[in-house]
């Protein structure tokens, strides 16, 4: 029967051959194990009940992409540069004999400076008569218009005071833009505030109709999806800069097919600042005439711009120039048709319109003018028009 002693005894024996065998792992270098962590009187270790250490987090911005971060940091970049915009019409309330504000359409814009001035499509607040700005924090502040300019389809609006925390647009260029680069598109499509699309630049140098019988030329075409309510947006590029003005679709359905097309930001650069300065763009013109309407021209299978009337008084009066008469019969007939200005062939008032605005006001230029199948040349200087 083993008795007290001996347990003692091979108890101690063991502790001294795990002693050794602790030694023997340290490498045989002779170096002494490293001393036991103590205990305390009345449990384990601390490090004998500490749970298992959890994994590293991986931050959720580690797990994106440079390409997604960056659309990321646009994003919120731009938060307090994208407005929300609701066209108010006052309509007569026969029961109340009052008109009453009522939203005929929306839109979106985009703030242009620290004034208050937003920037937006003509077509949004055409036949406007009261503007709200809803910003990203969902206040509503009312705006008024400052200008507009329905051939490139461009208007400001300047809110009736003053909102600290708005961010003015980054503006870029759309002069070296490139197929295949990257946008990304911010607006309110069908009414869902701050939305954003992206894609690629499709194609440059569209031209889409515009309003009074002119071209907006230049146009950027994109895969961004721009739906109803994306109108007057931004479009962006890498950088976050303003390269073009969401302006319209073309598609069937009237909804996004991937067709878009926005209004360069070099047009928007040049016509925003006279809007804000006059009220209105002053631009190079031939002054005191009148033209026929490109569709009734090409009705009448007539290749120029027609003049229709000449005011009596003014310079292009006073070298010859003449519009429609009627001759003895009652028949209306033409007299003067416009087929080229200096270098440039005119085969409508579109295109008319386009060459005048490549000169400044003050310029002269050559006018080619036909009238009954002979040509001559007119010489005048540019004016200043509306």
Known sequence: METTANRTIIGAAIALSLALFACADQGGSGAPAAPAERTSATGPTAAQT????????????????????????????????????????????????????????????????????????????????????????????????VGRDQTKDIAVLKMSERVAGLAPVAIGTSRDLQVGQKVIAIGNPFGFDHTVTQGIVSALGRAMPGAGDVTIRDMIQTDASINPGNSGGPLLNSAGELIGMNTMIYSPSGASSGVGFAVPVDT??????????????????????EFVRDEAARRARIEGAVVLEVVRGSRAYDLGLRGLYRDNFGRLLVRDVIVGVDAVKVKSYDDLFTALEGYKIGDSVDLRVEREGKTRTVRLQLVGTE
Request: net charge neutral; charged share 25%.
């Open 268 to 289: 928007v650069r040049k016509i925003v600042p006279q809007i804000i300065q006059f009220g209105k763009v002053i631009r190079p013109d031939i002054g005191g005439v």
């Open 50 to 145: 500490a749970a298992p250490a959890p994994a590293a987090q991986v931050p959720s911005n580690a797990r994106l992409i440079e390409d997604e971060r960056n659309t990321i940091d646009i994003v919120r970049k731009t938060k307090n540069s994208v407005v929300f915009i609701t066209n108010m019409q006052y309509i007569r309330d026969f029961f109340y004999s009052s008109d009453q504000p009522v939203a005929r359409g929306s839109g979106s814009g985009f703030v242009w400076d620290d004034q208050g001035h937003i920037v937006t499509n003509f077509h949004v607040i055409d036949e406007g008569d009261k503007f709200m700005v809803s910003l990203s924090d969902q206040r509503q502040i009312e705006a008024k218009l």
